[in-house]
């Protein structure tokens, strides 16, 4: 069974900069896609930006530029550096991993606030 374990999250000024971690175990983590999601207070949970097992990623527009994901398969993690941090990207931030055919996994999530 794969599990999800975050951490990187918390307070951060407007411009700043935060990485987050997600740890993963089981091969299922390291040969699916995998990426990251946030919610916002009141809002809905909109993607932020994935990478494909071969290392090909994509972003939210509103992120483009400043937030990069990573993976190292040696490890089982995937990280989300977060640059030029607006308050407007404080949220509850998410992992996830892809299982074909079946729900994905899902992260307990890290909460990241960025003050003004």
């Known amino acids: 069974q794969v599990q999800l374990v975050e951490s990187g999250g918390g307070l951060v000024q407007a411009g700043g900069s935060l990485r987050l971690s997600c740890a993963g175990s089981?091969?299922?983590?390291?040969?699916?896609?995998k990426g990251w999601y946030r919610q916002a207070p009141g809002k809905q949970r909109e993607l932020v930006a994935t990478?494909?097992?071969?290392?090909?990623?994509n972003y939210a527009d509103s992120v483009k530029g400043r937030f990069t994901i990573s993976r190292d398969n040696a490890k089982n993690t995937v990280y989300l550096q977060m640059n030029s941090l607006k308050p407007e990207d404080t949220a509850v931030y998410y992992c996830?991993?892809?299982?074909?055919?079946?729900?994905?996994?899902w992260g307990q999530g890290t909460q990241v606030t960025v003050s003004s």
């Open positions: 089981g091969s299922i983590f390291r040969y699916n896609d």
């Open positions: 996830y991993v892809d299982r074909p055919g079946l729900t994905p996994v």
């Open positions: 990478i494909t097992s071969r290392g090909s990623a």
